[in-house]
């Protein structure tokens, strides 16, 4: 079975420092992975996906992450956190053709 | 082009009752997944629906129940509620298979149980 591990499930960064969520999984498969966004009170908006085309994947509002599957990880980042991406953040995985199983999430907070 | 719609987007039930959410799809999208969020268990999910037939299912009492229609749309139900269901409940939709396709998700309904 896969899993998603997302370590700290709280992040704090000031206004323009990098932000760094990381995220490992376990998957029997090749998997796809995702990041994911949820705002308040909103649904989960995808910012990016990994499809195996390229190791370094990048997403909208300036994310990006790089597949490392000889450390099993997929971790996100972005140089320079603005107060609008204060948001919590899900890694999730689908090994091959299957349904995604999510981490638990880290909240972002960004702090002026 | 509409996004996923799910209603209602809040509720509230009491112990014991039975509450039924729906969720319209984006147009053209067959495939429709449903999860649970909650603060302590995150996003567990409940199951998901292909032209009208129940493709994969997760881990949950016979209580969670679900179809899909014809058009696409989908219903989940919970029976004989516990305080314990009180969640967000997420559908989203995609093309095709989850993983190979992009999962778009509505805004969710919020179900509180008293």
């Known amino acids: 079975a896969q899993s998603v591990t997302q370590l700290g499930s709280h992040v704090s960064v000031s206004e323009g420092a990098l932000v760094l969520l990381r995220c490992n999984y376990s998957s029997s498969v090749p998997p796809y992975l995702f990041w994911y966004v949820q705002y308040p009170n909103q649904g989960l908006q995808l910012l990016l996906k990994y499809t195996s085309a390229a190791t370094l994947v990048k997403g909208i509002n300036g994310f990006e992450a790089e597949f490392k599957k000889s450390e099993t990880s997929f971790h996100l980042t972005k140089p320079s956190a603005h107060m609008s991406d204060a948001a919590e953040y899900f890694c999730?995985?689908?090994?091959?053709?299957?349904?995604?199983?999510f981490g638990k999430g880290t909240m972002l907070l960004v702090s002026p | 082009k509409a996004g996923v719609t799910q209603t209602p987007r809040y509720l509230i039930k009491t112990r014991g009752q039975q509450v039924t959410l729906s969720c319209s799809p984006i147009s053209g999208h067959r495939s429709v997944s449903w999860y649970q969020q909650t603060p302590g268990q995150g996003l567990q999910f409940l199951f998901e629906?292909?032209?009208?037939?129940?493709?994969n299912k997760g881990n949950f009492p016979g209580r969670f129940s679900g179809r899909q229609f014809s058009n696409s749309r989908s219903e989940m139900n919970v029976s004989t509620l516990e305080l314990g269901d009180s969640a967000l409940y997420l559908c989203?939709?995609?093309?095709?298979?989850?993983?190979?396709?992009?999962?778009?998700f509505g805004a969710g309904s919020r179900l509180t149980v008293l």
């Open positions: 629906y292909f032209s009208e037939t129940q493709r």
């Open positions: 989203a939709s995609s093309l095709d298979s989850p993983g190979a396709n992009v999962l778009t």
């Open positions: 999730a995985v689908a090994p091959g053709y299957s349904t995604l199983t």
